[in-house]
Protein backbone atom coordinates (compact mmCIF):
# COMPACT_ATOMS: atom_id res chain seq x y z
CA UNK A 1 0.00 0.00 0.00
CA UNK A 2 1.58 3.64 -1.10
CA UNK A 3 1.99 6.24 1.40
CA UNK A 4 -0.75 9.02 1.92
CA UNK A 5 0.61 12.31 1.45
CA UNK A 6 0.83 14.56 4.44
CA UNK A 7 -1.87 16.73 6.03
CA UNK A 8 -2.26 19.89 4.21
CA UNK A 9 -2.93 22.58 6.98
CA UNK A 10 -4.33 26.79 6.74
CA UNK A 11 -0.82 27.61 7.18
CA UNK A 12 -0.18 25.91 3.38
CA UNK A 13 -2.50 28.66 2.20
CA UNK A 14 -2.30 32.36 2.05
CA UNK A 15 -4.06 35.41 -0.31
CA UNK A 16 -1.07 37.70 1.30
CA UNK A 17 1.93 36.65 -1.68
CA UNK A 18 -1.05 37.44 -4.38
CA UNK A 19 -0.79 40.93 -2.88
CA UNK A 20 3.00 41.20 -2.37
CA UNK A 21 3.53 40.49 -6.04
CA UNK A 22 0.85 41.80 -7.47
CA UNK A 23 -0.21 38.49 -9.43
CA UNK A 24 -3.55 36.25 -9.00
CA UNK A 25 -2.94 32.28 -9.90
CA UNK A 26 -5.94 30.16 -10.61
CA UNK A 27 -4.99 26.80 -9.46
CA UNK A 28 -6.50 24.00 -11.54
CA UNK A 29 -6.32 20.48 -9.51
CA UNK A 30 -3.71 18.48 -11.31
CA UNK A 31 -2.45 21.30 -13.70
CA UNK A 32 0.89 21.62 -11.70
CA UNK A 33 -0.36 24.10 -9.58
CA UNK A 34 1.40 22.84 -6.33
CA UNK A 35 5.14 23.34 -8.23
CA UNK A 36 3.97 26.65 -9.20
CA UNK A 37 2.72 28.10 -5.94
CA UNK A 38 5.47 26.45 -3.92
CA UNK A 39 8.32 28.00 -6.75
CA UNK A 40 6.59 31.68 -6.93
CA UNK A 41 4.42 32.36 -3.62
CA UNK A 42 6.38 29.67 -0.98
CA UNK A 43 3.08 28.41 -0.10
CA UNK A 44 -0.32 26.95 -1.64
CA UNK A 45 -1.23 30.58 -2.09
CA UNK A 46 -4.93 30.41 -2.36
CA UNK A 47 -5.80 26.48 -3.34
CA UNK A 48 -8.57 25.91 -5.97
CA UNK A 49 -10.24 29.05 -5.68
CA UNK A 50 -12.08 29.98 -9.06
CA UNK A 51 -11.67 33.35 -10.55
CA UNK A 52 -15.24 34.43 -10.05
CA UNK A 53 -14.56 33.49 -6.29
CA UNK A 54 -11.01 35.62 -6.32
CA UNK A 55 -13.01 38.53 -7.88
CA UNK A 56 -15.54 38.62 -4.69
CA UNK A 57 -12.96 38.66 -2.17
CA UNK A 58 -10.57 41.36 -3.59
CA UNK A 59 -11.57 45.10 -4.23
CA UNK A 60 -12.25 44.95 -7.83
CA UNK A 61 -9.78 47.99 -8.72
CA UNK A 62 -7.25 45.87 -7.21
CA UNK A 63 -7.15 42.68 -8.67
CA UNK A 64 -7.73 44.77 -11.79
CA UNK A 65 -4.18 45.93 -11.72
CA UNK A 66 -2.32 42.07 -11.06
CA UNK A 67 -1.41 39.75 -13.21
CA UNK A 68 -3.95 36.81 -13.52
CA UNK A 69 -2.70 33.69 -14.96
CA UNK A 70 -3.70 30.22 -15.25
CA UNK A 71 -2.31 26.66 -16.24
CA UNK A 72 -4.21 24.48 -18.19
CA UNK A 73 -3.57 20.48 -19.10
CA UNK A 74 -5.12 18.16 -21.87
CA UNK A 75 -8.36 16.98 -19.84
CA UNK A 76 -7.14 13.15 -21.30
CA UNK A 77 -4.31 13.54 -19.75
CA UNK A 78 -5.62 15.21 -16.98
CA UNK A 79 -8.08 12.90 -15.84
CA UNK A 80 -5.54 9.93 -15.84
CA UNK A 81 -3.41 12.03 -13.55
CA UNK A 82 -6.47 13.27 -10.99
CA UNK A 83 -7.79 9.28 -10.61
CA UNK A 84 -4.64 8.37 -9.95
CA UNK A 85 -3.58 10.88 -7.66
CA UNK A 86 -6.33 10.67 -5.70
CA UNK A 87 -6.10 6.40 -5.74
CA UNK A 88 -2.71 6.86 -4.01
CA UNK A 89 -4.15 8.94 -1.10
CA UNK A 90 -4.82 12.42 -2.67
CA UNK A 91 -3.53 15.50 -1.03
CA UNK A 92 -4.78 14.38 2.47
CA UNK A 93 -7.52 12.53 4.36
CA UNK A 94 -10.52 14.58 2.70
CA UNK A 95 -9.00 12.97 -0.59
CA UNK A 96 -7.89 9.93 0.87
CA UNK A 97 -11.84 9.53 2.12
CA UNK A 98 -13.62 10.48 -1.01
CA UNK A 99 -11.40 7.98 -2.95
CA UNK A 100 -12.65 5.45 -0.79
CA UNK A 101 -15.95 6.42 -0.38
CA UNK A 102 -16.71 7.26 -4.33
CA UNK A 103 -14.34 5.20 -6.21
CA UNK A 104 -12.64 2.46 -5.04
CA UNK A 105 -15.26 -0.16 -6.10
CA UNK A 106 -14.05 0.87 -9.78
CA UNK A 107 -11.41 -2.18 -10.85
CA UNK A 108 -9.37 0.04 -12.48
CA UNK A 109 -9.07 3.19 -14.88
CA UNK A 110 -11.19 2.00 -17.71
CA UNK A 111 -14.22 0.90 -15.34
CA UNK A 112 -13.97 4.01 -13.37
CA UNK A 113 -14.43 5.76 -17.03
CA UNK A 114 -16.84 3.75 -17.91
CA UNK A 115 -19.33 3.33 -14.96
CA UNK A 116 -18.66 6.55 -12.84
CA UNK A 117 -17.58 9.62 -15.80
CA UNK A 118 -20.78 11.68 -16.77
CA UNK A 119 -21.04 15.61 -16.84
CA UNK A 120 -23.35 15.05 -13.03
CA UNK A 121 -20.12 13.28 -11.29
CA UNK A 122 -18.04 15.65 -12.37
CA UNK A 123 -19.13 17.91 -10.10
CA UNK A 124 -18.29 15.80 -7.08
CA UNK A 125 -15.09 16.87 -6.38
CA UNK A 126 -12.63 19.53 -7.37
CA UNK A 127 -9.88 17.30 -9.25
CA UNK A 128 -12.52 16.08 -11.83
CA UNK A 129 -14.53 20.03 -12.03
CA UNK A 130 -14.25 20.77 -15.58
CA UNK A 131 -10.82 23.65 -16.47
CA UNK A 132 -13.37 26.32 -17.88
CA UNK A 133 -15.32 26.36 -14.23
CA UNK A 134 -11.97 27.95 -12.48
CA UNK A 135 -11.55 30.13 -14.90
CA UNK A 136 -15.00 32.19 -15.58
CA UNK A 137 -16.35 34.74 -13.83
CA UNK A 138 -20.13 34.81 -13.34
CA UNK A 139 -20.71 36.38 -16.43
CA UNK A 140 -18.44 33.28 -17.85
CA UNK A 141 -15.88 35.85 -19.12
CA UNK A 142 -12.28 34.31 -18.85
CA UNK A 143 -10.70 38.27 -17.99
CA UNK A 144 -6.97 36.27 -17.62
CA UNK A 145 -3.91 37.69 -18.75
CA UNK A 146 -1.88 34.36 -19.28
CA UNK A 147 -2.85 31.05 -19.76
CA UNK A 148 -0.23 28.59 -19.70
CA UNK A 149 0.13 25.20 -20.96
CA UNK A 150 1.24 22.18 -18.89
CA UNK A 151 2.58 20.55 -22.89
CA UNK A 152 4.59 24.07 -22.82
CA UNK A 153 5.46 24.20 -18.89
CA UNK A 154 9.01 25.15 -18.96
CA UNK A 155 8.71 27.91 -21.49
CA UNK A 156 5.48 29.14 -20.38
CA UNK A 157 6.73 28.98 -16.73
CA UNK A 158 9.71 30.82 -17.40
CA UNK A 159 7.24 33.84 -18.66
CA UNK A 160 5.27 34.10 -15.63
CA UNK A 161 8.14 33.98 -13.24
CA UNK A 162 9.87 37.22 -15.27
CA UNK A 163 6.31 38.55 -15.00
CA UNK A 164 5.61 38.09 -11.33
CA UNK A 165 8.86 38.79 -10.99
CA UNK A 166 10.21 36.24 -9.09
CA UNK A 167 13.76 34.06 -9.89
CA UNK A 168 11.97 30.88 -9.20
CA UNK A 169 12.32 27.46 -10.71
CA UNK A 170 10.15 24.89 -10.92
CA UNK A 171 10.57 21.24 -9.51
CA UNK A 172 7.36 18.78 -10.02
CA UNK A 173 6.45 18.48 -6.08
CA UNK A 174 2.93 16.37 -6.21
CA UNK A 175 3.13 14.15 -9.68
CA UNK A 176 0.71 11.23 -9.69
CA UNK A 177 2.63 7.76 -10.50
CA UNK A 178 1.61 6.56 -14.15
CA UNK A 179 2.53 5.70 -17.31
CA UNK A 180 2.03 7.59 -20.56
CA UNK A 181 -2.00 9.05 -20.65
CA UNK A 182 -2.21 7.47 -23.66
CA UNK A 183 -1.82 3.98 -22.96
CA UNK A 184 -5.02 4.02 -20.68
CA UNK A 185 -7.69 4.42 -22.98
CA UNK A 186 -9.71 2.07 -25.21
CA UNK A 187 -11.94 4.35 -28.38
CA UNK A 188 -14.39 3.90 -26.31
CA UNK A 189 -13.02 5.88 -22.90
CA UNK A 190 -11.57 8.26 -25.13
CA UNK A 191 -15.10 9.32 -26.83
CA UNK A 192 -16.54 9.34 -23.18
CA UNK A 193 -13.85 11.85 -21.90
CA UNK A 194 -14.51 13.79 -25.36
CA UNK A 195 -18.15 14.06 -24.51
CA UNK A 196 -17.81 14.82 -20.53
CA UNK A 197 -14.94 17.74 -21.06
CA UNK A 198 -16.56 18.97 -24.38
CA UNK A 199 -16.37 22.41 -23.42
CA UNK A 200 -12.84 22.41 -22.06
CA UNK A 201 -11.88 20.81 -25.46
CA UNK A 202 -13.30 23.51 -27.77
CA UNK A 203 -12.71 26.26 -25.57
CA UNK A 204 -8.47 25.29 -24.78
CA UNK A 205 -8.18 23.74 -28.33
CA UNK A 206 -7.23 20.13 -27.47
CA UNK A 207 -7.16 16.81 -29.42
CA UNK A 208 -6.75 13.87 -27.68
CA UNK A 209 -2.33 13.37 -28.71
CA UNK A 210 -1.78 17.21 -28.40
CA UNK A 211 -0.82 16.80 -31.93
CA UNK A 212 -2.04 20.17 -32.59
CA UNK A 213 0.05 22.50 -29.40
CA UNK A 214 1.67 24.32 -32.31
CA UNK A 215 -2.29 26.02 -33.38
CA UNK A 216 -2.67 26.58 -29.64
CA UNK A 217 0.79 28.36 -28.91
CA UNK A 218 -0.02 30.80 -32.21
CA UNK A 219 -3.69 31.49 -31.18
CA UNK A 220 -2.60 32.91 -27.50
Known amino acids: MQARRARVTDADYS??????????????????????????????????TTLDQYLEAFEPRLIERYFKFTIVR?????????????QAGGFGDRDAQWFD???????????????????????????FKPQHHFMRDKRRKIDLDFIGLFENL?????????RVGVPA?????????????????SDET??????????????????FDNANLADQLAAR
Do not use: Q
Open 101 to 127: RELRGYADFDDFVKRWLSPANIWKWHH
Open 74 to 86: NPWDRLVSAYFFL
Open 169 to 185: TLRSTNPSRHRDYRDYY
Open 15 to 48: YKPFDDTRSLFIHIPKCAGVSVCRALYGNLAGGH
Open 154 to 162: AEDFAYIAR
Open 190 to 207: REIVAMVYAEDIALLGYD
